[in-house]
Each structure stands twice: as C-alpha cells, then as structure tokens.
C-alpha cells in the first residue's frame, strides 16, 4: 500500500479510536479490556482471512526496517513487549498488527495466578499504568504444549520468571524454577528473556543481587538451547548495579539487555494522577526517561558489545528513535499502544524512517547508538 494511503488509514484508525473507542475502553476495568482483547486477538489469529484483513487494516513494511540480530531475522525494529500475551494465545496475530516480534510471558515454572484484583489501573494524566498482576499464566509445561509445534510467522521471544509463591522461598528452588521453564522452552521461540525485575512478587526481585545472578545464569549456562538469551532489567537500578550486572553478564551466555520493566518509584515528578495505589509497577511515561537513560549507560559502558532491546514509554516514532539512537538495536512497547491505538505500531515505523532520512542515515544500524559518544568498539 502507498504510504500516503497509509498516513490516510492510520489517521482514520486514530480519531476512531480516540474518540470512541478508547473513550469506552478507559470507563472499563483495564483487566477486563485486556481479557476482550486478548480473546478477539486470539480469534483474529485464527484465520488466514482474518490475519490478511487485519494486515490490510494495521500492516506496514518497509525494507529499511528490516535487520538481522543475533541470528534472527526481524522485519521491523517494534515489538510487543512481555505482559500483554501472558500464556502465548496471540502469537498468530500479532504480526498482522504490525509488530516485528512479540514477548510472551512472563512464564514462570508453576501455574501462577497471580496477586488478587484489581491488579491493573489507568493513569490516565500520567500516560501510564500501575501493574500488579504477580506473573500471573498458565505455566511453562501447558504454554509449551500448546506452542511447541507452532509455527511463527514472527520472531517470538520467551520471557521466563520465577513463580510468584512461597515455593521459591529459597535461592536454590528459585534457580531450580528458572531452569524448569527455560529448559521446558529451550527449542520453542528464538530468544529467551530472563526476568530478573518483576516489581510485583512475594520474594522480591532477589537475582539483582550479583552472587545470586551469577548461581543462576551457571545453572542455566547448562542448559541446552541455540536460542539467545536477554536479561530484563529493572527500571530502578543504581548505575552500580548496573555495573555489577554487566560484569556478572560478562562471565554467562548473555547477549543482550531489555531496558527497561516498570519503575515503583512514586518519588517520579512525572506523576500526575491522585490516588494510584501504593504498590505495583508503572509503565508508559513514568518509565521512560529511566529507560533511555540506561540504554545509553550500558551502550556507553560495553562500547556496543550488548545487544540491547528499548522498553518503557513508547508513544510515537520520536520515542523509539531516541532510544535507538542512544543505544538499542530494537524496541518494545505496551502502553503506548493502550493510549495511542494499534495503528500507532506501523506510525512508529513510518516514523522512524523519516527520521533515518532526516539524519542521513542509510539502514538502521547506523542510527543505532549515533546520539552515543565513543559508541562503537574501535
Ligand atoms: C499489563 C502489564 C503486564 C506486564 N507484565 C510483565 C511481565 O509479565 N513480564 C515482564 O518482563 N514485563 C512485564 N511488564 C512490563 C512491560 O513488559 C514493559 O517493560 C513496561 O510496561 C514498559 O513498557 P511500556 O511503557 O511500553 O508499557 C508488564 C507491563 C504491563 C503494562
């Protein structure tokens, strides 16, 4: 499709969707939006009609956008960022949206219910959302056997976490459910994320720690798996943690970082909203400056030897390009999607084109970390 008829489309999508839909959608518990979605998503899928319709609604390509990372194949640098697709029901629509790859999960090694509702809520001054869902899904054994013989039509990433109950009391059964839902998925998808900064669970997020980090990654090294593996950060870390992790990075099958998951920091001058509970993760606005900044610091620090994946805020192209421009090879978003509408995904990669145009830029690559002094190892 033409772009200009593109720019036609994506314009409608948006004033329907800002003035109707998501004025219906914001007097809705979020949870329940969520869930209709989730199940309309999941019939889309379905049919090879209904991928191609939704294609021609929401679809963008462009060869400019298409990179090969770690091995895998990418048609655009936008991906779904892990929360939205918990138990891994949307994977055959997902690129029919027009996002380039998609995170499902997080997948821990137990069926997990998660915290007690409600666990969403909209800020809706902040361009945010508090999240408190406590890694509720199905678990890695039902997910897996549902995906195993799938085939994707995008590159999909497994998000593993440790189950959010007292089972993984100890650092020896909290390494030993990592390992299950990571060995369970060691040949299904094309990269695992390990999520060490889920903001919302009963034992805290204890492999920050550099010791505890080092006993898990030696467990997981073990296992067998050609997929790369990604580590997800926490949006509150200190630069010294952030050291820590990369040295203890340096040392395990570690080949790049997602930068960032939710802030708690109710400290953050971006809040806007009265009466936002008091525990939960933000997302969207609240946790963007956090993100651009570290993907600029680990970019900086390891000279580029880090693939690193930008998440946290994402709301147009300008977004995304600061975050590739500081250091991000490909970016994730939720949120964004949620205030903006799911034609914001193919504006974000119209947008970013023009924007390699604006700075003279030929292919992705050489925006990547451009904004980065001494960005590249010599
Ligand atoms: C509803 C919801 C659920 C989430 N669940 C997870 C999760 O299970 N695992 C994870 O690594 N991140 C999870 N996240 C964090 C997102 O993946 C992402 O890091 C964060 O929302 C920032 O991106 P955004 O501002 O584009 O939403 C969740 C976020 C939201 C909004």
Not at 39 to 64: N, V
Not at 100 to 123: D, H, Q, V, Y
Not at 233 to 251: Q, T, Y
Not at 326 to 331: P, T
């Amino acid at each position: 499709m033409k772009n200009s008829l593109i720019a036609v489309r994506n314009g409608s999508i948006a004033a329907i969707y800002k003035n109707i839909l998501k004025r219906i959608y914001f007097r809705i518990d979020p949870e329940q939006v969520h869930d209709a979605m989730t199940h309309i998503g999941q019939r889309l899928g379905r049919y090879a009609l209904t991928r191609t319709l939704t294609r021609l609604t929401f679809g963008y390509t462009h060869p400019i956008l298409k990179q090969t990372i770690a091995g895998i194949e990418f048609t655009n640098p936008v991906g779904l960022a892990a929360g939205f697709d918990k138990d891994g029901v949307l994977t055959d629509i997902i690129g029919s949206v027009g996002f380039g790859f998609e995170e499902i999960g997080s997948i821990t090694g137990r069926a997990c219910k998660g915290n007690p509702k409600p666990r969403l809520w909209r800020m809706k001054k902040s361009k945010g959302l508090v999240v408190y869902y406590g890694l509720k899904n199905a678990g890695c054994d039902v997910i897996a056997k549902r995906l195993a013989l799938k085939k994707f039509f995008i590159p999909i990433g497994t998000s593993i976490a440790m189950t959010n109950d007292a089972s993984t009391a100890t650092q020896d059964a909290g390494i030993a459910d990592y390992a299950k839902a990571f060995e369970t998925f060691a040949t299904i998808g094309d990269y695992f994320t390990i999520n060490i900064s889920c903001p919302n669970t009963c034992m805290g997020e204890p492999f920050v720690e550099p010791t505890a980090l080092d006993a898990l990654l030696t467990r997981l090294d073990a296992i067998k798996t050609t997929k790369p593996v990604f580590l997800k950060l926490s949006a509150d870390l200190s630069n010294d943690h952030i050291n820590g992790i990369i040295e203890v990075a340096d040392r395990h099958r570690i080949n790049g970082f997602i930068c960032t998951n939710l802030t708690k920091d109710r400290g953050n001058e971006n809040i806007k909203d009265a009466n936002i509970p008091p525990y939960g993760g933000m997302s969207g606005k609240l946790v963007q400056d956090r993100s651009d900044a570290m993907i600029g610091y680990i970019y900086k620090r390891t000279r580029g030897r880090y693939i690193i994946v930008g998440c946290g805020g994402i709301f147009s192209a300008n977004d995304a390009y600061k975050k590739i421009c500081s250091g991000a090879s490909l970016v994730q978003m939720i949120t964004g999607m949620i205030f903006e509408g799911p034609q914001v995904i193919s504006e974000i990669n119209r947008g970013i084109i023009e924007l390699l145009k604006q700075d003279g830029f030929k292919t992705l690559s050489e925006a990547i970390g451009s904004k980065i002094e001494h960005h590249r190892e010599p």
